[in-house]
């Protein structure tokens, strides 16, 4: 994966070329950069998303309990059920 710009103060890449706030804008690597999370996603699943067939939140709290974490991100552990 390679590195993308965008803004911390802008809510999008665009906006931040249209506001032309040169200078604060950073690289951060693509699979960090939340423009680009739906980019390998089904079209079915983005469609199924848009239209709630299911709830991306429960979702992610879900992968994020997969992986022992809390809402924040800490270390939790895993759930022995």
């Avoid at 040169?22 to 950069?33: L, W």
């Avoid at 809390?70 to 059920?81: S, T």
């Amino acid at each position: 994966m390679g590195n993308t710009q965008i803004c911390r103060g802008c809510e999008s890449q665009q906006e931040c070329r249209e506001s032309g706030s040169i200078g604060s804008c950073d690289e951060i690597p693509d699979e960090k950069n939340p423009e680009l999370i739906f980019t390998g996603v089904d079209t079915a699943l983005l469609v199924g998303a848009i239209n709630d067939h299911f709830d991306l939140h429960v979702l992610a709290r879900q992968t994020l309990r997969n992986r022992g974490l809390d809402d924040d991100g800490n270390f939790i552990g895993f759930d022995e059920n």
